[in-house]
């Protein structure tokens, strides 16, 4: 089991890991749940995911499945991936390096305009862009955050200080 988002340790240990004992199996146990970390988890090679506040039954649920070979994701894991629409089949070992993902300075405008609510037409025309352009951008950013929908990459927005959501909410109040 490991808590790869406690201090001093990131996600790449669980390759290092695998190459050091192959058959390894992982057990991520942490109180972080993002799409886009649960996403990175399983890249790197963890096969199963569970909360630190999950019961002690279910705690050695995922390790038994992961054991026999399975994969296992407590019930608060599923509604994560479940309200971001991630496909766990469809998450390949392959795609997963340590490098850290690079994101271009019109990439983090485009985001940002994403999470601030603007429409593909809105952004085209606030960065003097095509639609089609900012659609490519779009689809360039989900493939980078290993994400498939917008809300997810406002959540990568938020999380990365990009914008902040008492804007929103304090706009909205004074409207």
Do not use: W
Not at 33 to 57: E, P
Request: hydrophobic share 40%; proline share 2%; aromatic share 6%.
């Amino acid at each position: 089991m490991l808590d790869f988002c406690a201090r001093g340790l990131s996600i790449d240990a669980v390759p290092r890991c695998a190459r050091i004992s192959q058959g390894l199996q992982f057990v991520a146990i942490t109180g972080e749940q993002s799409g886009l970390t649960i996403v990175n988890a399983l890249r790197a090679g963890v096969q199963s995911y569970i909360k630190k506040d999950c019961d002690i039954n279910e705690i050695l649920q995922s390790v038994q499945e992961t054991h026999r070979g399975g994969r296992f994701f407590c019930g608060q894991i599923l509604e994560t991936i479940q309200r971001e629409e991630i496909d766990v089949s469809d998450i390949g070992l392959a795609s997963f390096d340590c490098e850290p993902v690079v994101i271009s300075e019109r990439e983090m405008e485009v985001i940002t305009l994403i999470a601030e609510g603007n429409t593909n037409a809105e952004i085209a025309e606030k960065l003097f862009l095509s639609p089609h352009t900012v659609n490519t951008h779009r689809k360039n950013i989900m493939a980078k955050l290993g994400v498939n929908n917008t809300a997810a990459v406002v959540m990568y927005a938020v999380k990365t200080h990009l914008v902040s959501p008492n804007r929103f909410l304090f706009s909205a109040l004074h409207a």
